[in-house]
């Protein structure tokens, strides 16, 4: 009788839930193929900000080495400031010297002179030690400059090589995320492929049934085919229809290759008219209870538990929002979703 009625209520059929439901179904894949790509790009972009680090730090180092370099490029003038007050001295000496030989020629036979050209010898050796001193500095400093030189030739090498990293390391991201984009699509249609063979199968398999229906990528099940009202207790009906579908879900999993993470998800829903009986305090737990005595009767039935999932919605995805008998018999349902984990 109840079958009947069932029949007799959807003779219209509406194709826009459907519709709905598959266009929702396609914006949540490209959501998370975007949320993947997003994620390993987000990877990938810490191994590129390291590489930026080690830069800002060569930078750094470069910008030291160049405030070193002025200083001693200071210190260098100014010896150099300091060299040709001393050559000026040397020449002003040797000017002495030459009028003190000159003197010292003219006057060979006084005595004065013979000391008055001693002292002008001891004078004169006195600035060559000087000059000899600063050139001794003046080559330090030179010795130093060279090595600074090389240090920064060093560290320019080492930016280069840097920024060779750098460009190989985004050439390999680009090349990555090419890869991971064309994997991806590979699994979802090779997923999409065996959720169209499995549908297909549990089509024939359960038959044409006005509480079975095909909504969009999933199988909807009215409640009342699984449970009594207000109950989670599988029914011994429900239990030949699960049966039906613990079979198919055997032979997919051992069709399936191992490397495609796929799940059924198992999703409870219920009407909007609120529950509050001892058992259940609300339609989130009902529907919740629903959806886990499903799932624990396909494991019971040898489906692998890793391949299931179980969801409570309570009313807030409804499939029709009339407030009618009909509307409300309607939300009240099981649905099954092979997707992927």
């Known amino acids: 009788m109840a079958l009947a009625r069932t029949r007799r209520g959807e003779s219209g059929f509406n194709y826009w839930p459907g519709f709905v439901d598959a266009l929702s179904t396609l914006v949540l894949s490209i959501v998370f193929l975007l949320s993947v790509f997003l994620v390993v790009q987000f990877f990938l972009s810490q191994e590129v900000t390291g590489k930026d680090k080690a830069l800002e730090q060569l930078n750094a180092r470069i910008a030291q080495l160049n405030d070193l370099l002025s200083l001693e490029k200071l210190g260098k003038a100014s010896l150099d400031d300091q060299i040709s007050r001393l050559k000026a001295g040397l020449a002003a000496a040797e000017s002495e010297r030459d009028r003190a030989k000159g003197l010292y020629e003219g006057l060979a036979s006084a005595g004065d002179a013979a000391g008055r050209a001693t002292e002008l010898n001891k004078a004169l050796d006195s600035e060559k030690e000087v000059s000899a001193r600063a050139l001794a500095q003046i080559e330090v400093l030179n010795q130093q400059i ?196």
């Open 146 to 341: 060279s090595a600074l030189r090389r240090q920064l030739a060093a560290l320019e090498e080492a930016l280069d090589a840097s920024e060779k990293r750098g460009q190989q390391s985004q050439a390999r991201i680009a090349d990555l995320g090419q890869r991971l984009n064309v994997a991806l699509a590979q699994r979802v249609q090779e997923l999409s492929r065996y959720r169209s063979e499995f549908f297909g199968r549990l089509r024939t398999i359960l038959g044409n049934r006005p509480d079975i229906r095909i909504v969009g990528d999933r199988f909807v099940f009215q409640s009342e085919v699984f449970f009594d009202t207000g109950q989670a207790l599988l029914l011994p009906d429900g239990r030949a229809e699960l049966d039906k579908v613990a079979t198919a879900l055997i032979d997919l999993d051992k069709q399936i290759p191992g490397e495609i993470a796929w799940v059924l998800r198992v999703d409870g829903h219920t009407d909007v008219r609120p529950i509050n009986s001892p058992v259940f305090k609300s339609n989130w737990e009902l529907s919740s209870a629903r959806a886990i005595s499903v799932v624990q009767y396909l494991v019971s039935r040898g489906v692998p538990p890793q391949r299931l999932v179980a969801a409570g919605f309570a009313e807030f995805q409804p499939l029709d929002t009339a407030q009618t008998e009909e509307a409300y018999k309607r939300n009240r349902r099981i649905e099954l979703k092979l997707t992927e984990r």
